[in-house]
């Protein structure tokens, strides 16, 4: 099956400091992967689509400069959070969307485990 | 906008009990629907979806039905396992022609199966 990685898993850092944390799609192409925010006991908020080649596309109220987002490669997308702060502590969540072009269209996204970020 | 409700958790069960998670949904559309599971460490893996009104999605056992007369696709499963044990999440896509893209999520219901 396809399988999404994401690195690292877990990270702690120091108020002010950028983090960047990668998503990657290890046994196929994703020119469309996104990036969800988890709080505890909440749903997964969309934050961005991020489109390989292209800038990625933010959602209402979402920091572009805050959390930047690049899709260098079909394989590859990484979120910086940028001078981070208490309130960016999260579970960060990235997933990749495999299109397969057969008989009928499939269109799936594939899930990250996640990364936890926690700043000091 | 979009939105998903479903049932809070937890959820405790023993095994082979009958298992219902409620899901309803606002849609300014014809949204596709979706449950997926989070098995503890794991990331989040579609277990079913249903495209259009009245189409039932099934996997592993579970089972459930797009209703768009009451804007709800509730998960259900005869006999649920220790296996089963993990964090569910109804999920809709703004997408159209059954393409996941763009999905809104619920808040996830904790299941855990006692042997």
């Known amino acids: 099956g396809a399988v999404v990685s994401q690195h690292p898993s877990r990270v702690i850092c120091k108020s002010g400091t950028s983090v960047k944390i990668e998503c990657r799609s290890l046994?196929?192409?994703?020119?469309?992967m996104f990036w969800y925010r988890q709080f505890p006991k909440q749903s997964l908020m969309l934050m961005a689509t991020?489109?390989?080649?292209?800038?990625?596309?933010?959602e209402q109220g979402v920091e572009k400069d805050k959390f930047l987002i690049n899709h260098a490669s079909l394989t590859l997308s990484t979120l910086t959070v940028t001078s981070a702060h208490p309130e960016d502590s999260s579970f960060y969540i990235c997933?990749?969307?495999?299109?397969?072009?057969?008989?009928?269209?499939?269109?799936?996204?594939?899930f990250g485990p996640g990364t936890r970020l926690t700043v000091l | 906008g979009n939105s998903v409700t479903q049932m809070e958790g937890p959820v405790t069960l023993s095994e082979e009990a009958f298992l219902t998670i409620n899901c309803t949904y606002t849609?300014?559309?014809?949204?596709?629907l979706f449950w997926y599971v989070q098995y503890p460490g794991e990331g989040l893996q579609l277990l079913l979806k249903?495209?259009?009104?009245?189409d039932k999605g099934s996997n592993k056992g579970f089972e459930a039905t797009y209703r768009k007369e009451t804007t709800s696709f509730h998960l259900e499963k005869g006999s649920v396992q220790v296996s089963d044990s993990a964090v569910y999440f109804c999920?809709?896509?703004?997408?159209?022609?059954?393409?996941?893209?763009?999905?809104?999520f619920g808040k996830g219901t904790l299941l855990t199966v006692n042997p």
């Open positions: 249903a495209t259009k009104a009245d």
């Open positions: 046994d196929f192409q994703a020119t469309t």
């Open positions: 997933s990749a969307r495999r299109t397969i072009l057969g008989r009928t269209l499939t269109d799936t996204q594939y």
């Open positions: 849609a300014t559309g014809y949204p596709s």
């Open positions: 991020s489109n390989e080649g292209s800038k990625a596309t933010y």
């Open positions: 999920a809709l896509s703004e997408g159209s022609g059954g393409s996941n893209y763009k999905l809104t």
